[in-house]
């Protein structure tokens, strides 16, 4: 099965969008909620014609915003000449199927929505093939109601169609092809592991955030990486990595990686592991957000979420407030800080702030280092010249042709001096 025959696209469609509120969810409100669906959507290339809010006791498990809702929406499709309707939220496959027979027209919902999206904007063999296993994974279970057109064939009691046949047949195709899939993404995880591992003696620093919030900006601000550069939602799936020089003439790795949104699909997460494998791995986060939205609470709040699903949550973080050259209202701005303690506004667009972020990053990194007395051979020039380079020397004593060092150290160069000297003797001191 080919990666079109799993993508649902809405390019050059016109598209209604609706989304059911039950009352406990009313309290907090937007006051524009289908905005970033209606972002999505035109993203995806729709033209959103109109927007349909309805407020519900419960979500209708049936039709989802309910049978007479779904009539009305009907009418109004057929009015407005509507192509594709696009629901906020997951719809089970009995909803969608539900829908489709009383609105007589294409209903999709967030996920799959997503997902063409994704498909849109996959570039490499590696993204095309995590696009492909979430499109698969998101398929499977809507099989069913792909085949209903088959359903005016009958059968006897207790006989199957060819319709039921054909079913099967793809389910086990598709079951397949997830498989397939699952393992060659697993070899590129392995290979993925291996090259996050080679950087061991390297500080590294990932950078993550809400999509669209200006992390490809700050990727060329912070390295010498040429990142592209877009006003639209998921520009990029694919991680870059370059070298940043921080004030303390330092080189640290910096990685950018796809953005996230909120409701973001769990197989999506799960399909770009290999992809988030920089995350994982970071001894920094920079949680990017964007300080001129007005969902900008909701937005990190989402990004918390898929962190929290990676494991990533406890690892040291700086919020980086971008975007204040599009801050209408700097009133928010010490707000924010109280907030979000650990926080640096800036503009990477404009340069503004870097500086103050990059010094903030050398701080972390230096409550990072052990306080260790190191002792080697007074002829080990090279190693002598990697510790001058790479740790911070508070002393340095000669004894017995011997030099004994008073440093600060990463424990992944350490490391990685301990491998290829075997002539050091080290004695951690309490700071």
Excluded at 80 to 109: G, R, Y
Excluded at 127 to 156: C, D, F, N
Aim: net charge positive; with cysteine.
């Amino acid at each position: 099965m080919k990666l079109k025959d799993t993508s649902f696209s809405v390019r050059a469609e016109r598209a209604i969008l609706f989304r059911a509120l039950s009352y406990p969810n009313t309290i907090d409100l937007d006051e524009e909620p289908l905005e970033e669906l209606s972002r999505l959507a035109k993203t995806a290339g729709a033209n959103v014609i109109y927007t349909v809010i309805q407020k519900r006791a419960h979500i209708d498990p049936l039709y989802y915003i309910g049978k007479g809702k779904a009539q009305e929406l009907q009418k109004i499709a057929v009015e407005m000449d509507a192509d594709v309707l696009i629901c906020d939220d997951n719809l089970t496959p009995a909803q969608v199927k539900n829908l489709e027979k009383i609105i007589e027209k294409k209903v999709i919902d967030r996920s799959e929505l997503i997902l063409d999206i994704f498909a849109t904007r996959a570039k490499t063999h590696q993204a095309k093939l995590q696009v492909e296993l979430a499109q698969l994974e998101y398929t499977k279970p809507r099989l069913k109601r792909m085949w209903t057109h088959l359903s005016r064939i009958e059968g006897g009691i207790g006989t199957r169609g060819p319709g039921e046949k054909q079913l099967e047949v793809d389910n086990r195709i598709v079951s397949r092809k997830i498989h397939d899939l699952k393992k060659r993404l697993d070899e590129i995880e392995k290979r993925q592991q291996r090259v996050v591992a080679s950087r061991k003696e390297f500080s590294t620093v990932s950078i993550v955030g809400y999509t669209n919030a200006g992390k490809s900006t700050l990727m060329n601000a912070l390295t010498d990486v040429d990142a592209l550069v877009e006003d639209k939602l998921f520009a990029t799936l694919d991680t870059k990595t370059g070298i940043c020089k921080l004030e303390n003439s330092k080189n640290i790795l910096i990685s950018d990686t796809v953005g996230f949104i909120q409701k973001l699909p769990h197989y999506l997460v799960s399909s770009f592991k290999a992809t988030l494998e920089e995350t994982r791995n970071a001894d920094i986060l920079l949680h990017v957000a964007d300080i001129s939205s007005p969902h900008i609470h909701k937005q990190i709040e989402s990004v918390n979420i898929v962190l929290k699903e990676l494991e990533c949550e406890k690892k040291p973080t700086i919020i980086v407030l971008n975007k204040i050259d599009a801050l209408k209202d700097e009133s928010v701005i010490p707000l924010l800080k109280n907030r979000y303690m650990n926080c640096i506004v800036i503009s990477a667009r404009k340069n503004q702030g870097i500086q103050e972020l990059k010094q903030k990053i050398a701080e972390i990194l230096e409550k990072k280092l052990l306080n260790i007395e190191l002792s080697c051979s007074q002829e080990n020039g090279k190693l002598i010249a990697a510790l001058h380079e790479n740790a911070h020397i508070l002393n340095r004593k000669s004894d017995d042709h011997r030099f004994t060092f008073h440093l600060l150290i990463e424990d992944k160069f350490l490391s990685k001096l301990l491998k290829m000297h075997d002539d050091i003797q080290i004695k951690e001191l309490v700071p």
